[in-house]
């Protein structure tokens, strides 16, 4: 069964504090792994897609990389405003839908 | 260009009543997705829905969930005979095409926070 797992829960950084949050995940034929930030009280925003083992994908602060395991989102110098929970989410086989983890909750601190 | 627009954003119901969500898609978006978040949980799928049909409903519940996409109007979760067990956040999501190809990918509305009494 495909399975995504994210890692930490929750993180407390300082801001300027750079910093990664990790997902794992097992699936059959990886056709996209998907990140996304979600708000309190809102929907999930995308922030990328990686399609293959190799790929990085950078907007402003974040940078996202995928090996044939694993998915980091990497936080270079995070601001307050960047505290949010970032979801991760995987697409695998002839399926159309997405497999989320359960989330990092990120708090940065000023 | 509006985005994905749920209704209502927050809804309570009582044991047993029935409850309705509505989705409608970005304009030009013909697939729909639900999911459902609950707390401490990740998103769980529910079901994927293209215009008139749905395409896969394996995270649906078999009794009481059903979901809907008719050609003319949103698309609609419906919940009968609501228990406590059913309170969460219902997310809709859609794109324009098949996700995993390349670039496209799903765009989620703000969600409905179902509450059951």
């Known amino acids: 069964e495909d399975q995504v797992t994210q890692s930490p829960e929750a993180l407390r950084l300082q801001e300027g504090e750079s910093s990664s949050l990790n997902c794992s995940y097992t699936?059959?034929?990886?056709?996209?792994l998907f990140w996304y930030r979600q708000d309190p009280g809102k929907g999930p925003e995308f922030l990328f897609t990686?399609?293959?083992a190799g790929e990085e994908k950078e907007k402003e602060r974040l940078k996202a990389t995928l090996t044939k395991k694993e998915s980091f989102l990497h936080i270079t110098a995070p601001k307050p405003e960047d505290s949010a929970t970032y979801l991760c989410a995987s697409q695998g086989g002839a399926t159309n839908k997405l497999i989320f983890g359960t989330g990092t909750l990120l708090a940065v601190q000023p | 260009n509006a985005g994905v627009m749920q209704n209502p954003r927050h809804l309570v119901r009582r044991r047993g009543q029935e409850a309705r969500l509505r989705c409608s898609p970005m304009?030009?978006?013909?697939?729909v997705y639900w999911y459902r978040q609950l707390p401490e949980e990740g998103l769980k799928f529910m079901v994927y829905?293209?215009?008139?049909?749905?395409?896969?409903e394996s995270g649906m519940p078999k009794e009481r969930f059903s979901a809907e996409f008719p050609k003319e109007g949103p698309s609609i979760l419906r919940i009968q005979q609501v228990v406590r067990g059913d309170s969460a956040a219902y997310f809709c999501?859609?794109?324009?095409?098949?996700?995993?190809?390349?670039?496209?990918?799903?765009?989620f509305g703000s969600g409905t926070q179902l509450s059951v009494l």
């Open positions: 304009k030009g978006h013909s697939h």
């Open positions: 999501a859609s794109s324009p095409g098949q996700i995993g190809a390349t670039n496209e990918k799903l765009f």
């Open positions: 829905l293209q215009k008139e049909n749905i395409i896969d």
């Open positions: 699936v059959s034929g990886l056709r996209g």
């Open positions: 990686l399609y293959s």
